[in-house]
């Protein structure tokens, strides 16, 4: 797996997500691109997509969702997620800090 779709700073991960709403399971899939690609349940209207994005990734990093902000993209596929201190990574995504 390509490492563009990520980087480090500090103690805290930046993913470059490409999001994809109203999908029949939440799953991380790939690259799309250089994105990391997320497939998630709900639709993309009212902030729902991005609510359950934060929960996701909070859950499959090991953090609170506290811990996860989209810091750009909000109303777009195309994100940048911060997660801070991730306590564990994905089997599905190869990172290394």
């Not at 899939?29 to 009212?46: D, F, S, V, Y």
């Not at 609510?51 to 777009?76: C, D, H, M, P």
Request: one cysteine or more.
């Amino acid at each position: 797996m390509s490492k563009t779709f990520f980087h480090w700073q500090g103690d805290t991960l930046i993913l470059f997500c490409h999001v994809q709403p109203g999908a029949s399971k939440n799953e991380l899939t790939g690259l799309h691109g250089e994105r990391l690609k997320i497939r998630l349940q709900a639709p993309a209207t009212e902030g729902k997509a991005n609510k359950q994005l934060t929960k996701y990734l909070a859950t499959r990093f090991g953090v609170s969702a506290q811990a996860v902000e989209i810091s750009s993209g909000t109303s777009s596929r195309q994100k940048t997620v911060r997660i801070h201190q991730p306590q564990k990574i994905p089997d599905e995504v190869d990172i290394e800090p």
